[in-house]
């Protein structure tokens, strides 16, 4: 078995995955939770026409609420339930995250896809609703793995820096 982290003080009991993919989804999950809303499960972002409003520590789409917590949980969460409970958009968003990593192999790609829904070689110039192009926002999430990779070096830990 495998402990995740999902939201503070909340931990995630999963088949055992590696060691090393394991450390690396946390650090991705962070990354995504730093960039897209500053650790805050409570953001709502701005109406996008199409796919609803951006939910939670890790904006997900409202669109994709339905069948992503179907996915992950075997019934489906509404966005009030989703934004009161940081255990459950972790567990969501790691599921997700995850099932892009097998699809790509490579945590670029799997930001792109957090972004546009698609590989970064796909997505071409594609940005969201707020300008943020898909280049932007993976050299964002890498920034924020770097430095936590630089906190984890100095003995530092989330929400301690």
Not at 31 to 54: D, F, K, L
Request: include cysteine; proline fraction near 3%.
């Amino acid at each position: 078995m495998t402990t995740l982290f999902c939201a503070p003080g909340v931990f995630l009991i999963t088949p055992a995955l590696t060691e090393g993919f394991d450390r690396q989804l946390q650090a991705f999950m962070q990354a995504i939770r730093t960039v897209e809303s500053s650790g805050n499960y409570g953001a709502v972002g701005p109406t996008h026409p199409r796919y609803g409003r951006a939910l939670g520590g890790y904006q997900i789409m409202e669109a994709n609420l339905p069948a992503w917590s179907q996915q992950a949980l075997g019934r489906f969460v509404n966005a009030g339930e989703f934004l009161k409970d940081a255990a459950l958009q972790g567990l969501i968003a790691s599921k997700q995250m995850a099932k892009l990593f097998q699809k790509f192999g490579n945590w670029h790609d799997v930001a792109s896809a957090w972004l546009s829904g698609r590989s970064m070689a796909a997505a071409g110039n594609a940005s969201d609703s707020l300008g943020t192009t898909v280049r932007e926002y993976v050299a964002k999430v890498n920034s924020a793995m770097g430095q936590m990779s630089d906190a984890v070096k100095t003995g530092a830990t989330a929400g301690t820096q």
